[in-house]
Each structure stands twice: as C-alpha cells, then as structure tokens.
C-alpha cells in the first residue's frame, strides 16, 4: 500500500504544572484541566502513537515502520536508528512553572537507561507577557557553588532567564540546566527519549501531599558545567520558503511560512519530514494522496514521497523537521 501523509491521535499527559490551553487553544479533544502535554508523535514504550487517518487508521507507528522501513522513515534513518523513530513531538502548555532539570547526552543515557539522549528545541507559539523560559546557569555557578544551591534551596538565583514571546526558538542541549516557564505555550521537538532528571521543583507538592522526587546524585553527572550561555535562535521569515531554525546531528527544523500554494519535488528519501502547524490551515499532498491540517495539528509525510505540496489560502506557518 501507498504512503500518504498520515496524522495520529494525541496521546495527553496530566502533569502537576498544565493548564487548559490544549483543548482551549489547540482544540485536543478529551483534553482537560491539568493536561501539559501532547505527544503528537511518538514511539516511546507505553506511548505509541496511533494513526488517525486513511487506510491504515488505527495501526500503531511501530507496526508502520517494522512493514515500511526505508520507505516511510528514509534510508539514513534506517541506517543510523534501525526500525526506532528518531524524534518525539510534542505540544506543552505550562500553567505553572516546569521543574528545573537536565538531560542525558546519548552517552551517558545509553549507559544508565539504554536509551538515547535528550537534545530539545522549543518553539513558543503564546506566551504571557511576563513568561520567561530559564536555560543555563549565570557564569558565578561552579560545580562547587552548585553542590551550594542545591543544600541551601537557592538555585534559582543561579539561573538565566529570558523573557520570551510567539515565534522565539531555543534549542537546549543535552546537559543545559532548564525549565519552562508558566505561561508559555509550546512545541517541543527532541531525540525519542523520556529521561529527566528533576534538580529542583520549587518545593511544590503532588497531589497527594507528597513533595516531588529530585534526582540530585543523577543530574550531577548528567551537568554540562561548560556549557555556552545559551541564546535564542536567529532565523528568517521569507515566504513560502524553508529558512532553518537550527541543524544539529539530531534533528533539523526549519520555519515554513506558506501563503497559497509551497511546491518542492527536492524530496530526500533520506529521511522523513515532520510539519508541525503553528498558525492557520492547510492542505498537505504527496504523490499517494492528501491530508488537511489545523493549528496545533502534526503531520508525518513518508520518506518515498516524491513531492510535497502545502496549499494555504488564509496563510499558515509551518515548522519542517526531519533527521
């Protein structure tokens, strides 16, 4: 059978920090208060998505790519990951502040959990005029000073800030202390991995009274003390054209505004495309057939296709990811 574009069906997380804007703003049905995340794409074990349209409506994306392979996740991909999705989408609505954490690079994720790492990007599609994301540590901190914070409670006096609005990127590497904060509705793009390791969590408690496990002697290895202070990605806006977020050698994701009709036949079987609608409508072809797209809706266009068309009349911006 035929590779068409293919859309699946949310798969909601209640987390201690969400809010409503999945359903209000995004329109996730069976959404409800407390929900952060969406995972739009995934094959992360106990979180496989399923596809939501065509014929192969129902099957999981595991089941896909063990009967397509190549065909549907390209060549370099199947070559570098076998039969793993490399990448995990997902939506974020932070009503609360997240926790400040850190990730695992592949190495020491791959040693500890048998798993890949976690390399991220955010892309803001709302925020609160005074939401602000914390990524990196303000250069006083040491790995001495930090072994400080994290006895004394202060560590997030230790932390940069950036105040953010819609359209702004960051991509935070593995090992970057982070956290998102409330008020700020975003898409996340990162490696397939559900690793954290929670470093402070503003001794919030859960819902059962309980205060939240940290994972200090974890994250204390997992800390790129070196790490550059990290700034927000610096991209084009031209139209009806691909102008690059950022390249990495775990995902690429550019910024694809579209107003009437975006036309490529340069479609590289080495890998699949991801397009993640931040704003508007459209319509998404390739040579097997078609899908309608909405604001806060994820498409997964195959690697064999031989063309990709996005037609938007009312306008739409897109962001394209692909290994």
Excluded at 13 to 36: A, D, H, M, P, Q
Excluded at 281 to 297: A, K, P, R, T
Aim: with cysteine; aromatic share 10%.
């Amino acid at each position: 059978m035929s590779l068409y574009p293919l859309k699946f069906s949310p798969i909601l997380k209640e987390r201690i920090w969400g809010g409503n804007r999945l359903r209000t703003v995004l329109s996730k049905e069976n959404s409800f208060e407390g929900v952060g995340e969406s995972w739009e794409i995934s094959t992360v074990e106990g979180s496989v998505s399923v596809v939501a349209n065509g014929i192969f409506k129902d099957t999981l994306l595991t089941d896909l790519i063990a009967n397509y392979s190549s065909d549907l996740l390209g060549h370099k991909v199947v070559r570098d990951f076998g039969l793993q999705f490399p990448i995990l989408i997902k939506f974020l609505d932070a009503a609360a502040n997240l926790s400040i954490q850190v990730h695992p690079n592949d190495r020491l994720a791959k040693e500890r959990h048998n798993s890949l790492g976690k390399n991220e990007m955010w892309y803001v599609m709302d925020a609160t005029p005074e939401a602000s994301l914390i990524v990196g540590f303000t250069p006083e901190m040491t790995p001495e000073k930090y072994q400080e914070c994290i006895a004394n409670g202060t560590i997030e006096a230790f932390m940069e800030k950036h105040p953010v609005r819609s359209g702004d990127s960051f991509f935070i590497e593995a090992g970057t202390v982070h956290a998102i904060g409330a008020g700020i509705l975003l898409a996340e793009i990162q490696q397939t991995s559900d690793i954290t390791y929670r470093v402070y969590d503003f001794n919030r408690k859960d819902a059962q009274g309980n205060f939240r496990e940290l994972h200090t002697e974890l994250a204390v290895d997992a800390i790129n003390f070196k790490a550059d202070s990290q700034e927000k990605c610096v991209y084009t806006l031209k139209s009806n054209a691909t102008n690059q977020i950022i390249a990495t050698p775990y995902f690429t994701t550019n910024y694809l505004p579209v107003q009437g009709e975006y036309h490529t036949n340069k479609f590289s079987q080495d890998s699949f495309k991801v397009y993640i609608c931040v704003q508007g409508s459209g319509i998404i072809q390739n040579s097997h057939g078609e899908v309608d797209f909405l604001y806060g809706e994820t498409v997964l266009l195959p690697a064999n296709s031989e063309y990709v068309k996005i037609i938007s009349n009312e306008g739409c911006v897109l962001l394209e990811v692909q290994y």
